[in-house]
């Protein structure tokens, strides 16, 4: 069984295409942080690890009604709860938050009173806590600061890598096109919030899971990269523009293969993997689509791209074909 | 046969049987037939996260300005104790904001005539550890604790803070605990236990400072602090404190009562050697006892045999316990009679034991992640890996027919490196572990369909299999390292800068991509050179 056996499309040819989708999705994820920032404060929807606060994730023996709930922690004075449904119905679960307080001696009251509240109203055995977060706004600041670091870091090691395997700027079109997935990606977690679809919080496993898209989708682009690399050292008459094409004609069949697959297990995690993985996997679903898009429709046109206003207009492949691999 | 095909063959035979070993025993010796299933072997040797197994994690901020504070209060007696010595003229020693900057003392009210004397004095014993400054016109001097010494006190305190914990935590009866300095700094220790879902008593137990330490009465007791500091004029003295009593050992009847007592203790903390508690034989009243370090004990002798008759107060957690009357001389060991339950007189001791905590603590955050989620997100994880693992098999077994075998193998093989990584390094497998397992199958799959997808090209242009073979895996080779390795260095990155259930995936992810490596590189080329070399002539690779 074959997918493609002999492609031929001229990929290049449909770059102010890609540019135009890429564009429109940049700037959706970018007007939709924009939104939210104004909105709250920070571009996307943070989690309880990133902002601070209280997080109590209860199970109730019958199914729950979040108003009751609403009335009982309201009666017991705790101001600007939010509560929502969590996971399947049948689950009968409820996650409960309290925005971040400034208090960091008292980091559990908010917790305590929330305990105090459920079991006045629904009594001792009726509900069991599942899961309970609470983080200052120390830590929060700090876990934000060094999730920021580790990709921009992550960035710069796959950077100094490519350099040092290819060429410069080989290495800045894929750290380009990763960039452009992490921007499409996060912007989604905002744009979803937007449309009103709550839960989708920016998480430290959502961080995981952004750091793995950016790996995956440099994976990707290197396969193309390295076949563009072996193709120049074939044929040095050939247009650089050709060369690409049938380097990611060469590889079409791989990504689709891998892509579809890797896409499969991200799916079923995303499917069987429970509400704790959701934000996870909504993230890698989303990554892998983008990254693949992004190895063939950005990383690949930015090296033409550089090569022609390099080489004025003239067409010849003047991209040196990289060094050869020792390894 | 193909040169040294027999020889990997035996290779490949034994990682699989040496990491087999680890994920099943780690490096203990295996316990077969003991009754105990093979199962549960895999379970134990696999060290599970907090996530997935339910307990509570905790990051703690130690107040290390208590500490320095501390310091300089002895430092503060000193410096008091050398002028008096010397017979130099001051009025008095002061920390001028003893919260803000316990670092930093005043001397004050120096005889013009003596300054320089004062400052020679203080520079010859102290210039260590502090930097002196002023002996102007003010006649007062200004002596700071050197940043250098004062980081390095903040390091000991949250050292020692740690080593405190740790043996309170033992206490707890807690397998595995992990306690350590967490954070950029900032003087943060992590405390995470497993199995534990009590979070109060844990935090009593871990947050109780039991600093335990004896001052001199200056007066007492009275009925509130507006009485107690219109017995000192109004104005309390730098080198006093007011402290409330507890209970009725110290008061007699009096339920809230305020004592003024010297700031400086004679006997603190770190004196203690020994602490175990006791019932009073006569009154029935229960007891601790406690023994002080030889020093201590020589400075307590010199002390209440030039006080006998005066009182001493033991404040416990910042409460007077008892007041005594000094009696006679003691040396190095006596007992506290307070008002204490039986709970608080076994936890006191055992406090003492232990140790004080050099300094009070703040929480910053805790999570408490119940037994019932854990077990509910190992399922779900693990029900989705295997899941996902057998779709991409299958796929491949459909799509590559006789070499989809041999992506499977690769595979499994793979999965088996991987567990027995975690089995000999010890390393946590959190919920994000299980995500980084699924990804690292995904590109073990990929380097199998990068090498497949290059042989079916090379067999298109007309290669021999044997030939096809190695064409697809030298071209492919390249490309599967450098994805390798640029996914490492981000794992890599990942586990130095990220925390908790980010490191265990970069921890996973890493493990997965080295055996990755191995098994659809190396593994997979000696199955097909072997394969190819039983091929007959003409045949072509299943493929």
Known sequence: MELFRSVNVDWLGKKWYFLAFSLIFSVAGIISMSAHWAKTGSPVPLGVDFKGGTQVEVQFKQAPDTEQIRQATAAAGIRDASIVNYDIPSHHEVLISLPEQHVESSLDTGQQQIHDALRAKFGEGAFEIRNVSVVGPTVGKQLEKQATLATLYSLLGMLIYLWFRFQLIYGIAAVVACFHDTLITVGSFALLDSFGFKGMEISLTVIAAILTLVGYSMNDTIVVFDRIRENLRLSRRESLADVVNRSINQTLSRTVLTSGLTFLTVLSLFVFGGPVLRGFSFALVVGILIGTYSSIAVAAPMLVAWQQWRAGSSKAAVLPAAKRSKV | MKKNLKQKIVIIIGVLVVFLYGAFFGFDAPRLGGGQPLLNQLTQHIHLGLDLQGGVHLILQVQVKEA????????????????????????????????????????????????????????????????????????????????????????????????????????????????????????????????????????????????????????????????????????????????????????????DSVYVLQRIAIVAGTDFRSADPGTDSNTGQRTVHFTLTNEAGDKFYEYTSANVGHSMAVVLGGRVKEVANIESAIRDSGEIRGSFSTDEVAILSKMLRTGALPASLNYLEDRTVGASLGADSIKQGVTAAIVGVLLVMIFMLVYYKGSGINADLALFLNLVILLGFMGFSGATLTLPGIAGVILTIGMGVDSNVLIFERIREEMRAGKAPSAAVDQGFA?????????????????????????????????????????????????????????????????????
């Open chain 2, 475 to 543: 071209h492919a080779w390249t490309t599967i390292l450098d994805t390798h390795v640029t996914t490492i260095v981000s794992a890599a990155i990942l586990f130095l800068f990220g925390s908790g259930p980010v490191k265990g995936f970069a921890v996973t992810l890493t493990f997965g991509l080295a055996a990755n490596l191995f098994t659809a590189v190396y593994v997979s080329r000696v199955i097909f050179d072997t394969h190819v070399n039983n091929l007959k002539t003409g045949e072509a690779v299943s493929i």
């Open chain 2, 68 to 255: 320095v504070s501390t310091e300089t209060d002895n430092t503060v007696a000193r410096i008091e104790q050398d002028l008096k010595t010397a017979k130099l003229t001051f009025s008095q020693v002061t920390k001028p904001d003893a919260t803000n900057h316990p670092e930093t003392m005043h001397i004050e009210g120096i005889n013009p005539t003596q300054s320089n004397a004062v400052r020679s004095l203080i520079d010859g014993k102290y210039s260590n550890e502090y930097d002196i400054s002023g002996g102007g016109g003010d006649n007062s001097l200004t002596v700071t604790m050197k940043p250098n010494i004062e980081k390095a006190l903040d390091d000991k305190t949250v050292q020692n803070t740690i080593e405190v914990i740790r043996d309170r935590v033992d206490s707890l009866g807690v397998s595995e605990p992990i306690i350590q300095q967490y954070g950029l700094g900032d003087n943060q220790i992590l405390v995470e236990l497993p199995g534990i879902s009590d979070l109060d008593r844990v935090k009593n137990i871990i947050s109780t400072t039991a600093r335990l330490s004896i001052h001199a009465v200056v007066g007492g007791p009275y009925p509130d602090e507006q009485a107690a500091l219109s017995s000192v004029g109004g104005n309390l003295p730098s080198d006093q404190e007011l402290v409330h009593g507890s209970g009725s050992m110290a008061t007699g009847s009096d339920v």
